[in-house]
């Protein structure tokens, strides 16, 4: 039986927007300068890190590619900025998100993305992302702290947001009080580390990866309590929150 789930956190980079295929796009376009191209096996490795960690690791699979780490980011940046005001929602999040508002359940997003880029990729997107009332968590936000995914760190951050109490440290043991506070918690992610995370943060996950990560192997143990293709198949009532009217 699913626990009841009391707050909700979202992860934002193909969960609510269609991010990803912007960055395969851009990705694939430098690389081809150099006769190379992004597999889905290297993409999985990117997915869910900050933006550092998660150009490193992709330089590291083509060792013969002349760009150093800040220049890859330079000419990515340069050229995804200008696409990201068109990037679209994902099916399934404006009927999630404006439902979950209307039965003022409390929600965030926790986002690797940078504070900037978040604006630019939301910033044309106000229906859904009003929503949130601000309650954002971003992969550079200085006052949390934080280590990247697969780290439970910015779920805990968003859930101390949304809770506005102690919900126990990331690297050590948290009291039972803490726990229970925290198992309140739902999470809906796409990515492996971003799954991870979830579950490390002592929430439930819904994950809803990209069908090609399936078969994708990762280190660690955790598992999503819930696997779903799309936002559209997610029935709130299963994790006692209130069901779609229509």
């Not at 690797?112 to 978040?118: A, E, G, L, Q, Y």
Request: aromatic share 8%; glycine share 8%; charged share 25%.
């Amino acid at each position: 039986m699913s626990p009841t789930i009391e707050f909700v956190v979202f992860d934002m980079d193909g969960l609510l927007i269609d991010s990803e295929t912007i960055l395969t796009q851009v990705a694939n376009t430098i690389l081809a300068q150099y006769g190379k191209k992004m597999t889905w096996d290297i993409k999985a490795g990117c997915m869910g890190k900050p933006e550092y960690e998660s150009t490193a690791h992709l330089l590291s699979c083509f060792p013969d590619v002349p760009l150093t780490v800040p220049e890859y980011l330079e000419q990515r940046n340069a050229r995804q900025n200008k696409l990201w005001p068109t990037v679209p929602l994902l099916p399934g999040v404006k009927k999630l998100v404006l439902h979950l508002r209307a039965h003022n359940i409390p929600m965030a997003v926790a986002t690797s993305s940078r504070r900037t880029t978040f604006e630019l990729k939301t910033g044309h997107l106000g229906e859904v992302f009003d929503c949130f009332d601000g309650k954002v968590v971003c992969g550079d936000d200085k006052q949390w702290s934080m280590r990247g995914k697969p780290e439970p760190d910015i779920f805990l951050a968003a859930a101390r947001e949304l809770l506005g109490c102690d919900v126990g440290p990331a690297d050590a043991d948290a009291a039972p009080t803490q726990l229970a506070e925290r198992r309140k918690g739902l999470v809906f992610e796409d990515s492996i580390p971003g799954m991870q995370a979830g579950k490390r943060a002592g929430m439930s996950v819904v994950w809803v990866p990209d069908a090609n990560l399936l078969d994708v192997e990762y280190s660690g143990e955790e598992k999503a309590d819930q696997t779903l293709k799309s936002l559209e198949d997610f029935v709130p009532e299963q994790w006692g929150l209130p069901p779609y009217t229509q």
